[in-house]
């Protein structure tokens, strides 16, 4: 087993003889440094294309920013939003509370005139209508 493999043959160092990376930063800078070395060196690559990388990159960065702001004020905006629907459904269940109760009332009323009452107040009729009793019709 050589010093730069381990038994199964993965890599230790990568070919600029630094270790490979463990966490996303390292990798990050990895990669960050190997871009900027091959963009940089005047051996027949334009160093220009370094500076498009840095545009870009301002670029992304202020796309990111941006992007922060626009999604902290839809934050506020729902926060607001639930709010006000809060305030309106506490406004609504009170509104209901107080018409259910009024309600109530009126049946407690309606139940005393109704047990005031006398037990039969349309007593059933005998005859049909137009027919009285004790004459007979031709």
Not at 26 to 34: D, I, M, R, W
Request: proline share 6%; charged share 15%; hydrophobic share 40%.
């Amino acid at each position: 087993m050589t010093s730069d493999t381990l038994g199964v043959g993965i890599a230790v160092n990568d070919p600029a003889g630094r270790p490979l990376p463990t966490s996303t930063m390292q990798l990050a800078g990895h990669a960050t440094s190997a871009v900027v070395e091959g963009l940089s060196t005047t051996q027949g690559r334009a160093p220009w294309m370094l500076g498009v990388v840095i545009l870009n990159c301002i670029g992304i960065a202020a796309a990111v920013y941006f992007l922060n702001i626009l999604i902290t004020g839809q934050q506020k905006h729902l926060e607001a939003l639930l709010q006000v629907q809060q305030t309106q459904t506490t406004e609504l269940l009170t509104m209901h509370k107080q018409e259910f109760d009024a309600l109530l009332g009126m049946a407690k009323e309606n139940a005393a005139l109704l047990s005031r009452l006398p037990a039969d107040p349309f007593p059933q009729q005998t005859t049909s209508p137009g027919r009285e009793i004790g004459r007979r019709s031709n």
